[in-house]
């Protein structure tokens, strides 16, 4: 079986060194690179035969988790594995319940990097030891599989939420009916528990930031 793999990180060394990880999992793989997020989403949108993204969270168009909830959302068969030089644990663990297969801090030596990618590829989830032995919140778990009950088209909509526009300029972006905005900001408030739109912006920002998630 040949895989085929995206790396998405805009340090040419550490691409270099991840391309040495997955060549060590497959000799035949298919390996694409992609410096920036936007350059990433272009590769998913050309061709999501893609058995694995490995994405950096430190990307110069990406901030916190952006990328991750993007590319889950527009790609949900394809794996994401977080790749960074942030170690904090509990960024860890919650990059795994916004649905990241695997997260791999940049310092793990390179038979790591590969155990990691191949437990990622067996459909189990991999997390360095120290993350492991942190116990889980279920809040923030709960709210991670809200906010993946998103549709593409509610996350897009969030997003302007959180950037402050108006249901009338986010119609006008998307090329839709106001009222049809009206019908996914509702939606989305009554996915994420919320009771309006500055809780959802305040929310998603939080987000993006890397922040620990708020119930």
């Known amino acids: ?44 949108l050309a061709s999501a035969d893609f058995d694995l ?13 952006t ?11 394809v794996g994401v594995a977080i790749v960074s030089a942030q170690e904090d644990v509990v960024v860890m663990r919650q990059a795994i ?9 940049k310092s793990e030596p390179l038979p790591s990097i590969v155990e990691a990618i191949r437990t990622a590829l067996n459909g189990h989830t991999w997390l360095p030891q120290s993350a492991k032995e942190l116990s889980g919140n279920p809040a923030e778990a709960q709210l991670a599989e809200r906010i993946a009950s998103l ?9 302007m939420v959180a950037d402050g526009k108006l249901n009338k300029q986010i119609a006008a972006e998307l090329e839709i009916q106001e009222t049809t905005i009206k019908q996914h900001v509702s939606a989305i408030l009554r996915k994420l528990g919320l009771i309006n739109r500055t809780q959802a912006g305040v929310l998603l920002r939080s987000l993006q930031q890397g922040g620990r998630l708020q119930s």
């Open 1 to 44: 079986m040949s895989y085929r793999f995206l790396i998405a990180d805009d340090h040419p060394l550490f691409r270099a060194a991840l391309r040495q990880a997955l060549s060590a999992v497959a000799s035949d793989a298919g390996i694409e690179e992609a410096e920036s997020l936007s350059k990433a989403k272009s590769a998913l």
């Open 53 to 65: 993204v490995l994405l950096d969270l430190g990307l110069p168009d990406s901030e916190g988790f």
């Open 67 to 77: 990328g991750l909830m993007a590319l889950r959302h527009q790609h949900p068969s």
């Open 97 to 105: 319940a916004l649905g990241a297969v695997a997260y791999i801090p």
């Open 151 to 159: 549709s593409p088209q509610q996350y897009r909509v969030l997003c």
